[in-house]
């Protein structure tokens, strides 16, 4: 895959087909998780929420009733079987 340079601020950018391997783009979150030996994991964060809760708030089972934009938002984040 090559290397990574380290910028003066301490950042490193990830290439355009590492980001593609982890599935993520502009606006999306992704994970590092440190392992022994210097190494490090990263993968695509998951949504924090669980589908269960947003259908409770669809199904009218909540105290809170959703906007239409936290509907969409919580489609958009989407809920696959995807990791």
Same mark, same amino acid.
Not at 1 to 6: F, K, P, R, V
Not at 57 to 66: D, K, P
Not at 69 to 80: F, K, P
């Given at each position: 895959?090559?290397?990574?340079?380290?910028?003066?601020?301490?950042?490193?950018?990830?290439?355009?087909?590492l980001?593609?391997?982890?599935?993520?783009? &502009? #606006?999306? *979150? $992704? =994970? %590092?998780?440190?392992? &022994? #030996?210097? *190494? $490090? =994991? %990263?993968?695509?964060?998951?949504?924090?929420?669980?589908?269960?809760?947003?259908?409770g708030?669809?199904?009218?089972?909540?105290?809170?009733?959703?906007s239409?934009?936290?509907?969409?938002?919580?489609?958009?984040?989407?809920?696959?079987?995807?990791?």
């Open positions: 895959m090559g290397m990574l340079t380290i910028t003066a601020k301490g950042q490193v950018t990830l290439r355009q087909e980001l593609r391997h982890l599935g993520v783009g &502009p #606006g999306d *979150r $992704i =994970e %590092v998780i440190p392992l &022994p #030996g210097g *190494r $490090i =994991e %990263v993968r695509a964060a998951q949504p924090a929420g669980s589908i269960e809760s947003f259908f708030q669809l199904a009218g089972r909540s105290a809170r009733v959703l239409l934009e936290e509907i969409q938002a919580a489609a958009a984040a989407g809920w696959s079987d995807q990791p």
